[in-house]
């Protein structure tokens, strides 16, 4: 009962509050101090009249035996009464008696059947009260039954609703956790197209450099051609103030790689470009170096190169003679050793040792060192090399050369590639 009382009050007091209505009303409902009417059954039979014939029997022998005997004294007429009078008076008393007898009786089964009346009524009212209280109970039941099926319909509801409220928040947040990773997903990928943007200006800003350092070297070299002799130490000096210079704005370069470090680590791609540009700028120094410290020993065999090529190109093609022939073989060496040096620079190195190896191939030019041909004439026994010689020769286009009438000297003419001087 407490248990039903903790899960459903209402029920509890609405069953409380039945019970004592249903006892207010058999209180109140009924005049307990009026005495029931008898029940009529139908017609009651007294048996008078045999009452009466025993009573009046009984008077009678009672009388007689009073009498007096005859043979005894005769009393006085007036002091004996009338013998009809006398039995009249008993016959009287004798009625009136078996009538009092008659009303007593009548009475007592008239309080009897007042008395089981009365009874019945009770009892009547007794199973009147208790079919009230088990209707009130039964209600009460059912009542409480409703109640509890309420309640229960409400918390199953609750339940549902909560559940339809945590599957609601689970999907919210499964949704938020998607909406996240795509959003991160979606800023990782912007992260790296901008990662890939900066690699590809740095590469394109490196590829500037290469080819603006390759046309100051190319100036560099058509002015060295002119008078390598007469430079040599100047450019030895102006060649170490260089150094000094690209070895002050590495320098200051690594600092300031250094404090932006904290600052642009998205940005390493092109650092690292930066400092590979560099090292290529110093190997490339330092190739100029030992280039510059062979000057004099590559002028002298490029000259010598150059004079065996003009002869080997008079023979094959004899018919043909240099305009404006106040030139001589010696006056083209500085082109001869500016078109080496430049050949070289753009040379890709073949996989495998290549140091022995040489290639002769015939280039033609256009006016202003176009190259609109290569056909190799000589092999070096190795077609990567020989590949990489055409190649390069097409890609150091336009050569080095002179203009005016010195240019028909280039115009066609046997080129020798190794890939160091000798």
């Known amino acids: 009962m407490w248990a039903l009382y903790q899960r459903n009050r209402t029920a509890f007091w609405n069953s409380v509050g039945l019970h004592l209505a249903l006892l207010l009303l058999l209180l109140f409902g009924n005049d307990w101090l009026q005495r029931p009417q008898p029940v009529d059954t139908g017609p009651k039979v007294v048996d008078a009249t045999l009452v009466e014939d025993e009573v009046m029997a009984a008077r009678i022998a009672e009388w007689q035996a009073s ?168 450019q030895a000096a102006e060649q170490a103030r260089r150094e000094a210079e690209e070895e002050a704005r590495r320098q200051a370069e690594a600092q300031r790689q250094a404090e932006e470090e904290a600052r642009r680590q998205a940005e390493a791609a092109r650092r690292e470009a930066e400092r590979q540009a560099a090292e290529q700028a110093r190997r490339e120094a330092e190739e100029e170096a030992r280039r510059q410290a062979e000057a004099e020993k590559r002028a002298r065999d490029e000259e010598a190169l150059q004079q065996a090529l003009a002869a080997e190109e008079a023979a094959v093609d004899a018919s043909r003679a240099p305009l404006g022939g106040s030139g001589s073989t010696a006056d083209l060496s500085p082109y001869v050793a500016a078109i080496q040096d430049h050949v070289r620079r753009v040379w890709i190195r073949p996989p495998g040792d290549a140091s022995d190896l040489e290639c002769l191939v015939r280039v033609r030019l256009e006016p202003g060192g176009e190259v609109i041909g290569v056909d190799p004439i000589q092999s070096s026994g190795d077609a990567a090399y020989d590949r990489s010689v055409v190649a390069a020769i097409n890609n150091a286009s336009p050569l080095p050369v002179p203009s005016g009438p010195e240019f028909d000297r280039f115009r066609r003419f046997r080129f020798r590639f190794t890939p160091t001087p000798r």
């Open 67 to 234: 009498a007096p005997v005859a043979g005894t004294e005769t009393p006085d007429p007036a002091e004996v009464p009338d013998e009809s009078e006398a039995e009249r008076q008993a016959v009287e008393q004798a009625r009136r008696e078996a009538a009092e007898e008659a009303r007593r009786q009548a009475e007592a089964e008239r309080q009897a059947a007042e008395r089981e009346a009365q009874r019945q009524a009770e009892a009547e009212a007794r199973r009147r009260a208790e079919a009230a209280r088990r209707e009130a109970e039964r209600q009460a039941a059912e009542q409480a039954r409703r109640e509890a099926e309420e309640a229960a319909r409400r918390q199953a509801e609750a339940e549902r609703q909560a559940a339809e409220r945590e599957a609601q928040r689970q999907a919210e947040a499964e949704a938020r956790r998607r909406e996240a990773e795509r959003q991160a997903a979606e800023q990782a990928r912007r992260e790296a197209e901008e990662a890939a943007r900066r690699q590809a200006e740095a590469e394109a800003e490196r590829q500037a450099a290469e080819r603006e350092a390759q046309r100051q070297a190319e100036a560099e070299a058509r002015r060295r051609a002119e008078a390598v002799r007469r430079e040599a130490e100047r």
